[in-house]
T-cell receptor, first 113, second 113 residues
Framework: DAGVIQSPRHEVTEMGQEVTLRCKPI?????LFWYRQTMMRGLELLIYFNNNVPIDDSGMPEDRFSAKMPNASFSTLKIQPSEPRDSAVYFC???????????FGSGTRLTVV | QQQVKQSPQSLIVQKGGISIINCAYE??????FPWYQQFPGKGPALLIAIRPDVSEKKEGRFTISFNKSAKQFSLHIMDSQPGDSATYFC????????????FGQGTTLQVKP
């Protein structure tokens, strides 16, 4: 089992550019979560999917953020246009069933300059 | 109501000592309380978890104490080792239907040799 796979590991982009973060959950897990981690705000839940369907996107900061899960093995988080305050580590996590034993990916460190 | 408050923000312990991290919550609907350990550059990893019908759970050197009436729970690390130096997050599950976890702000633990 390769765990939750995120790409890229690091992303540096200029303000105004579009950024796409990718996540492959663990096979068989039916819940997927996107979190953002910063020193100031800790781990914030952005959005989560259950069986590929977005359940709660109330944590998405604003319309510049969007997430999709076209199938059970792939999800994307897109920021368009990006801003310096979006700089953070973005984690994807998946779980089987009702949230027991989240498995996190290694994260994508995003820097917007 | 949806918050989980964690303290202290940082902790320094001598090798062999006991590390104690505390968390408090308000929402009595929370029904699952995991602790996660995060090393630099990695995603959080599940360490130990407890349900509110149990007052204590022990796994090796790690123990969760749970006080349902006070709505508090804590992580105790016995015989703390330098390898335990990491950031620790408590969390609470908000709904059994979706598995959404609410995380505390995190505690950075440093164990001095």
């Amino acid at each position: 089992d390769a765990g939750v796979i995120q790409s890229p590991r690091h992303e540096v982009t200029e303000m105004g550019q579009e950024v796409t973060l990718r996540c492959k959950p663990i096979s068989g897990h039916n819940s997927l979560f996107w979190y953002r981690q910063t020193m100031m705000r800790g781990l914030e839940l952005l959005i989560y999917f259950n069986n590929n369907v977005p359940i709660d996107d109330s944590g998405m900061p604003e319309d510049r953020f969007s997430a999709k899960m076209p199938n059970a093995s792939f999800s994307t988080l897109k920021i368009q246009p990006s801003e310096p305050r979006d700089s953070a580590v973005y984690f994807c996590a998946s779980s089987h069933g009702q949230g027991y034993g989240y498995t996190f990916g290694s994260g994508t460190r995003l820097t917007v300059v | 109501q949806q918050q989980v408050k964690q303290s202290p923000q940082s902790l320094i312990v001598q090798k062999g000592g006991i590390s104690i991290i505390n968390c408090a919550y308000e929402n009595t609907a929370f029904d699952y309380f995991p602790w996660y350990q995060q090393f630099p550059g990695k995603g959080p990893a599940l360490l130990i978890a407890i349900r509110p019908d149990v007052s204590e759970k022990k796994e090796g050197r790690f123990t969760i104490s749970f006080n349902k009436s006070a709505k508090q729970f804590s992580l105790h690390i016995m015989d703390s080792q330098p390898g335990d130096s990491a950031t620790y997050f408590c969390a609470a599950r908000g709904s059994s239907n979706t598995g959404k976890l609410i995380f505390g702000q995190g505690t950075t633990l440093q164990v001095k040799p």
